[in-house]
């Protein structure tokens, strides 16, 4: 997991309340994304930044915001308006070809 | 569009025998392959990948992948299966040209038993 951190490691939210999950990469890596993990689904993108101030949609978009204000930070905002929030949410940057992964952020909504 | 297919939702394995986790792809162009692996609540660890070149990829903790472009596979194996191999598997592709996203199959939970 090496040179990618989210924080906090575990996240509890009442519904109705946005809640923003924390990336920061010091590998110099000009792409992030965010994914959603769910039993039996396995990986789904949420967004994705090439580089700073742009970012793009990914198949799962809705109900999620993000910004990339700052290379090395790519914070993701569950939104109210996300349907079935709680999931184990895995941000990544890509190097080399290669994507690194952070250790993950599990938010519990109820 | 691409799209990885991992068959198998689980394999079960003795110790010290040889596992193959199964994996076929879909991709326009060339692909760019790879093999994670996720233990308990934890992210992916990069494996191995594939480019170009010898069709049988080496990675890390002996682990193995055959790319096969006729059948569009790129089947994880191991000839000698330990109990700490036991995890969460995945297959992703990308196309080779462009700065796409990896695109990852659902996973496939490899169980060895002593």
């Known amino acids: 997991d090496g040179g990618i951190t989210q924080s906090p490691k575990y996240l509890f939210r009442k519904e109705g309340q946005n809640v923003t999950l924390s990336c920061e990469q010091n590998l110099n890596h000009d792409a992030m994304y965010w994914y959603r993990q769910d039993p039996g689904q396995g990986l789904r993108l949420i967004y994705y930044s090439q580089i700073v ?48 992964f952070g250790p993950g952020t599990r938010l519990t909504v109820t | 569009a691409q799209s990885v297919a ?3 939702d689980q394999v079960n394995v003795a110790e010290g025998n040889p596992l193959t986790v199964k994996c076929t792809y879909s991709v326009s162009g060339n692909p760019y392959l790879f093999w994670y692996v996720q233990y308990p609540n934890r992210g992916l660890q990069f494996l191995l990948k594939y480019i170009t070149g010898d069709n049988l990829v080496k990675g890390s903790y002996g682990f193995e992948a055959e790319f096969n472009k006729s059948q569009t596979s790129f089947h994880l194996k191991k000839p000698s299966a330990l109990v700490s191999d036991s995890a969460l598997y995945f297959c992703a592709v990308r196309r080779l040209s462009g700065n796409t996203p990896l695109v990852f199959g659902k996973g496939t939970r490899l169980s060895v038993i002593a």
Do not use: H
């Open chain 1, 53 to 100: 101030n742009d970012f793009q949609k990914g198949d799962i978009a809705e109900g999620y915001s993000v910004s990339r204000e700052k290379k090395e930070s790519f914070p993701l905002t569950v939104t109210s308006a996300q349907k079935n929030p709680t999931a184990f949410y895995l941000c990544a940057s890509k190097g080399g070809g290669e994507q690194y």
């Open chain 2, 6 to 8: 991992q068959p198998e």
